[in-house]
Structure formats: structure tokens, C-alpha cells
């Protein structure tokens, strides 16, 4: 008998044991600005990169639960495919960025309409209405890092750089759901 019980114990145990996996902990970055690193300035997004905010855009609207056409989408779909995907409100786009470095931080303009600040290795929970993320920002070597971790799990990792002796910026924007890549864009600026 006991032989016997033994497997389903062992089932049970492991069922439980995986219910209570404990959420991703986000590690803080560098507070330190590295020598000679300024993302100051007017940055104009290079018309071979103008289709990465379409893609963005795209992938914002599946994360938030696909285009439903005339209400024929049943509410348990929608409500699933957005788990996990509500980090994408955090997500800022634009074609035109002004970038602004002080000593403690960096506030990026978007298209002139949307501003972010940042203070270098933050690590705090930051809200859009009633969703709630955890953030940490900060450098890592000469690039500057944002992750944004859902309270679902969904992660959305965003990395600017400079390039070309600082004339360009380049900007990666990697959002992650479910555990896996949902977009993965490389954008690319010009100094103006």
C-alpha cells in the first residue's frame, strides 16, 4: 500500500510546490554615470527604422488583447491573452526624442508630447491608472537600462546607447510575455 501512495504523494507535493514559484526580482543597475557618456541631445529616428513604430504599435494592441472585431472575441479569450501583457502601457514611442542627462538622471521627450524620467539605479514601483510594475533603471558599462516587470510577470526591457561617436542613438525595446519574446526592435537616431 504504501508503494502505492508514495507516487501520489510525491504528485501532490510537486503540484504544490510549483504554485508557489516566486516572481522575478529585478536587479537594480549603476547609479554611477560612466566617463564621457551623454545621451543629452535632439535625436531623429533614421527613416530606415520608421517601420519599428509600427511594429511597436502592433505589438501593443495584441498585448492588450487583439483587435476584437464586433465583440465576437469571448471575454475568457481576451482576458487570457492579455495575462502578463499589461507591461506594454509603460512602453513610450516616437520618432523625434529629446534626451535630457542631469547628474542623477535622464528624462526622455517623446514626439514633445510625453516625458519619462528616470533616476539612475532606481528600483522602485511605478503605475499607469491601475497597473503596477516594478522598475529599475540605470547603467550597465555605457548603456543605460530600464526594465519594467508587470505584476503578471511580463517584462518589458528598453536600452539606449551611443554609437557612431555619439551622432546616433541606438535604442533597443525588448518586451517579453509569458516568458517569451513578444517584440525585439532595434531603433536608430541621428543626433540633430
Known sequence: MTNRL????????????????????????????????????????????EDTVRRIGEAEVEAAGGRASAGLVKEKKRRRSSDGALVHVFLEVGTSLKLTQTEHGLFISFDRSIVE????????????????????SGWEGTNYIIETLGEKGGKLIETYVLA???????RTVTLYRDGEIQIDIEQVFDRV
Open 164 to 170: 557612431d561617436g555619439g551622432s546616433s542613438l541606438i
Open 117 to 136: 524620467e528616470y533616476r539612475f539605479g532606481e528600483k522602485r514601483v511605478v503605475n499607469v491608472g491601475p497597473i503596477v510594475a516594478d522598475r529599475v
Open 6 to 49: 508514495f507516487p501520489i504523494l510525491l504528485m501532490a507535493l510537486l503540484a504544490l510546490s510549483s504554485g508557489c514559484a516566486t516572481r522575478e526580482e529585478l536587479i537594480a543597475k549603476s547609479a554611477i554615470v560612466p566617463a564621457g557618456v551623454d545621451l543629452s541631445g535632439r535625436w531623429q529616428l533614421r527613416v530606415e527604422s
